[in-house]
T-cell receptor, first 113, second 112 residues
Framework: DQQVKQNSPSLSVQEGRISILNCDYT??????FLWYKKYPAEGPTFLIS?????DKNEDGRFTVFLNKSAKHLSLHIVPSQPGDSAVYFC????????????FGPGTSLSVIP | EPEVTQTPSHQVTQMGQEVILRCVPI?????FYWYRQILGQKVEFLVS????????KSEIFDDQFSVERPDGSNFTLKIRSTKLEDSAMYFC??????????FGSGTRLTVV
């Protein structure tokens, strides 16, 4: 039962272009969404979050968009840099941010110089 | 920047043995978690801990697993009798009320 889905296991983007990572969820009780970045042999690192009362949140090169009616969110990275190459996990929780977080399977992003 | 520390970084154990994975969360955080990632699979929630008790656990967290905060700084995950399928990266995380969790760098558990 995959409550959080990331249907693209991998994505390649040229340096300087936009990276768009997509995520879909099935549980309508989710109201808080997070993106994490993970390098090999390291733990996930928090990137950006959005609550269900908003449809967009921006932090530097990272913007997360939320479409509640479609149960879809996306992470935009612009411009993409080689250091952005990592696995990106979409995650969701129901309730406050300290509740358990359900992770998607991840998308491996490669930014090509 | 404050960080979550996990030890050991790699643990090899024989099937049936007990293991204890250790974590030192960020000192002013109140919520603590264990997650695991089996090789090639997604990060899975195991358990959350608040106010000295388990607040939520997944179906993975059966009677073989236990957590403890023995001294107010460490947060441990014990697996009583390890199985081959327990081999995974185990991540500890802690959180305050702000957005997101801070994860440790993980303990790679290999059960042979």
């Amino acid at each position: 039962d995959q409550q959080v889905k990331q249907n693209s296991p991998s994505l390649s983007v040229q340096e300087g272009r936009i990276s768009i990572l997509n995520c879909d969820y099935t549980n309508s009780m989710f109201d808080y969404f997070l993106w994490y970045k993970k390098y090999p042999a390291e733990g996930p690192t928090f990137l950006i979050s959005i609550s269900s009362i908003k449809d967009k949140n921006e932090d530097g090169r990272f913007t997360v968009f939320l479409n509640k009616s479609a149960k879809h969110l996306s992470l935009h990275i612009v411009p993409s840099q080689p250091g952005d190459s990592a696995v990106y996990f979409c995650a969701a929780s129901a309730g406050t941010s300290y509740d358990k977080v359900i992770f998607g399977p991840g998308t491996s992003l490669s930014v090509i110089p | 920047e404050p960080e979550v520390t996990q030890t050991p970084s790699h643990q090899v154990t024989q099937m049936g043995q007990e293991v204890i994975l250790r974590c030192v969360p960020i000192s002013n955080h109140l919520y603590f978690y264990w997650y695991r990632q089996i090789l090639g699979q997604k990060v899975e929630f195991l358990v959350s801990f608040y106010n000295n008790e388990i607040s939520e656990k997944s179906e993975i967290f059966d009677d073989q697993f236990s957590v403890e905060r023995p001294d107010g700084s460490n947060f441990t995950l014990k697996i009583r009798s390890t199985k081959l399928e327990d081999s995974a990266m185990y991540f500890c995380a802690s959180s305050d009320w702000s957005a997101g969790y801070t994860f440790g760098s993980g303990t790679r558990l290999t059960v042979v």
